[in-house]
């Protein structure tokens, strides 16, 4: 079956270390994998699109990797604040056409502890 | 960057009553949009896409008759809850993108819906 996986539910770092989250599929062949912010209460924010062809994607502290042999994708958010607490999602579209009719995992819950 | 906008944000409603939840782009024009739904601690799972001026397609085990969508503008679809149960309350969430060049996705806030 098709499974889109992000390992933690839950993550607690220190403020100014590296938060890496994880997401795993298994049984898709995406063009492409996102990953959204979301805060309580609120709809996803998109972070940052990497494609099948790139191994790695950078902005400012944010960076995601994509390994389509393994297929994960790595999200670290760098000098980690207090402020990065918040719910981050992985997604994918099912379809691997590159559409926008996404399937979200069930995200990775950061706290960022001053 | 682009906005969506959902209104309401949290609505409460009595058993057996509908709900219209409307999502609009602000500044710029959508022929798709994406109805998702989300229920505490769970992924958020589409629940449809709507097309400008034709009919919505609806992903499977997702009621066309319960959940009706109407996109009758560029900027503009509504999802109405029909006959509201208490297993309806959910948070509601609609995406739309710019186009197939761009890269991005964008949500609105989300809807709160409360069935008592």
């Known amino acids: 079956s098709q499974k889109i996986e992000q390992n933690s539910e839950a993550l607690n770092i220190q403020e100014g270390k590296t938060a890496t989250l994880t997401c795993n599929y298994t049984n898709y062949s995406p063009a492409y994998l996102q990953w959204y912010r979301q805060d309580p209460g609120r709809g996803p924010v998109f972070l940052l699109l990497?494609?099948?062809?790139?191994k790695e994607k950078r902005k400012e502290r944010l960076k995601v990797t994509f390994d389509t042999t393994l297929k994960q994708s790595l999200f670290h958010i760098t000098a980690s604040q207090p402020a990065d607490s918040a719910t981050y999602l992985c997604a994918l579209d099912p379809s691997g056409a590159g559409s926008y009719q996404l399937t979200f995992g069930k995200g990775t819950k950061l706290s960022v502890i001053p | 960057g682009a906005v969506v906008s959902q209104h309401p944000s949290r609505v409460i409603c009595k058993s057996g009553t509908s709900v219209k939840i409307e999502c609009r782009s602000l500044?710029?024009?959508?022929?798709?949009m994406f109805w998702y739904r989300q229920f505490p601690k769970q992924s958020l799972m589409l629940m449809a896409t709507s097309n400008e001026g034709s009919k919505a397609t609806y992903e499977q085990g997702v009621e066309k008759d319960k959940f009706l969508i109407n996109h009758a503008s560029l900027t503009l679809s509504t999802l109405t809850v029909t006959s509201a149960h208490p297993e309806d309350s959910s948070f509601y969430i609609c995406s739309a993108a710019l186009g197939p060049t761009n890269t991005e996705a964008f949500f609105g806030q989300g809807t709160r819906l409360t069935v008592v």
């Open positions: 500044d710029f024009q959508a022929t798709t």
């Open positions: 990497i494609r099948e062809n790139e």
